[in-house]
């Protein structure tokens, strides 16, 4: 075997970096999936206020959209349920982290030798 083509794995600043990133997911609490946006409506009455000028809209109303469904919320629901949604933004943006943390581990793997690399191939600037 070749030693120079060998992978040594995380190093340990990467290392301590899962660590940290691990302690902050235990942390996380409850999550809910879907998002949770606000929003201010118009009718479909033609005479109603939400049609003057300047017009004096309905809501604003929570809505949790999940799956291409739309459920309303009352505001005390919204209140309740609003650190659950903050959690599950948390929760994607730890996932990222890691994600890009453990492709920087595997980044320099030798075996990608002459070949692109997983961060070019997957072409992670993209979205
Ligand atoms: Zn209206």
């Not at 899962?18 to 606000?38: K, M, N, Y």
């Not at 505001?75 to 890009?100: H, S």
């Not at 030798?110 to 961060?119: D, G, K, V, Y």
């Amino acid at each position: 075997m070749n030693m120079s083509k060998s992978w040594t794995g995380p190093t340990n600043a990467q290392q301590q970096a899962q660590t940290e990133i691990a302690d902050r997911l235990a942390d996380v609490g409850f999550v809910l999936p879907g998002s949770l946006t606000v929003r201010s409506t118009r009718c479909g009455k033609s005479n109603c206020a939400c049609h003057a000028d300047p017009p004096r809209l309905h809501g604003p109303y929570a809505q949790w959209t999940r799956r291409h469904k739309h459920l309303n919320l009352t505001p005390d629901q919204q209140a309740d349920y609003q650190q659950y949604f903050d959690n599950a933004k948390e929760l994607r943006n730890l996932t990222r982290q890691l994600e890009t943390l453990t492709l920087s581990v595997i980044e320099n793997d030798p075996r990608f030798a002459n070949r692109t690399t997983p961060t070019e191939h997957f072409d992670e600037s993209r979205h």
